[in-house]
């Protein structure tokens, strides 16, 4: 069904933060990086045809009924047995909801990302590659999946006792990263990606992880891939959905984090180490892509 393109203005989106999304569990836990619920529709309080954005991931998994949504121009309708993660950032509409709706949802933050041992670039690259990851007709993955939220969901929840909480956790969020990039690795041969552009991409990525804290111009990445900046930001586009500047600024943000939570430094010096010509401008930046001042971002609590 075709669709006119939506658009919305800042000022009419409504934001949803990890922050209030934590007050809604009913029960304490243990890794504040990631939330698993069960969700109906009188759980909702998402209203029809109107622009939202999230600063975390979102994974669904729709055990019964539907929901339709739109992201980026792009409608999605997702029925019982299908999966769907949804990237930060991106605002959606929520077009309908049926009346028997039920599924399991994951929520989890970029600092969970880097908490749990995987290179934070790679997962970026996984999850990056379409408005949103769609998948459908996979039974065996449906069931694997569920299974391993199940077992994220009661290891995360502080009133059940477990010595080895925060291993088993990284376990079962390891084996859901792992399950969701294979079924893609097996299907990326449909999509319409020469092996030319897929080798830029992932060269992009290379130099993205080596020099992103000193280098943030596009220029400085085209040049040693031997294209022009035009080139680049078209494969990008094409196999990433997102430019060349975005993926660089969502490496930058998640160092910035990592830094000002895991380190002694202070912000004038995370600005240093990142190559900011002085903390107003880093400070900026950050609260451009974050919502809130590294002054803020650094007094709060990851866990």
Not at 61 to 87: N, W
Not at 161 to 186: A, C, T
Request: hydrophobic share 40%.
């Amino acid at each position: 069904m075709s669709r006119k393109s939506r658009a919305a203005s800042s000022d009419l989106i409504s934001y949803f933060t990890f922050e209030e999304l934590l007050q809604q569990v009913g029960f304490d836990l243990r890794v504040k990086g990631f939330i698993v619920m069960n969700s109906s529709k009188n759980d909702h309080t998402i209203k029809l045809n109107m622009p939202y954005r999230a600063d975390y991931y979102c994974m669904i998994l729709v055990r019964k009924g539907s929901i339709g949504f739109t992201m980026k121009d792009q409608q999605y309708e997702i029925a019982a047995g299908d999966m769907i993660f949804c990237p930060k950032g991106e605002t959606f509409w929520m077009d309908h909801l049926s009346a028997d709706y039920n599924a399991k949802y994951i929520f989890f933050s970029f600092d969970f990302i880097s908490e749990s041992g995987f290179n934070s670039i790679d997962v970026l690259k996984i999850f990056t590659s379409d408005p949103a990851i769609f998948i459908k007709n996979e039974p065996d993955l449906f069931r694997k999946v569920v299974f391993h939220l199940e077992q994220l969901e009661n290891l995360n929840n502080a009133e059940k006792n477990n010595y080895y909480f925060k291993e088993m956790i990284w376990h079962y969020f390891s084996l859901i990263i792992y399950e969701i990039d294979n079924h893609l690795k097996k299907t990326e041969k449909i999509k319409s990606i020469s092996d030319r552009e897929d080798e830029i991409t992932t060269d992009f990525f290379v130099l993205v992880r080596k020099h992103f804290k000193e280098q943030h111009n596009v220029q400085f990445y085209a040049d040693h891939l031997y294209i022009s900046r035009k080139y680049l930001t078209s494969i990008i586009n094409k196999t990433l959905r997102k430019s060349p500047k975005e993926i660089i600024d969502q490496v930058l943000i998640l160092e910035a984090r990592l830094l000002l939570k895991n380190s002694n430094s202070n912000i004038t010096e995370v600005a240093l180490q990142l190559k900011f010509p002085d903390q107003a401008t880093f400070s900026k930046f950050f609260k451009r892509h974050t919502r809130k001042s590294p002054q803020e971002y650094k007094k709060g609590d990851l866990y």
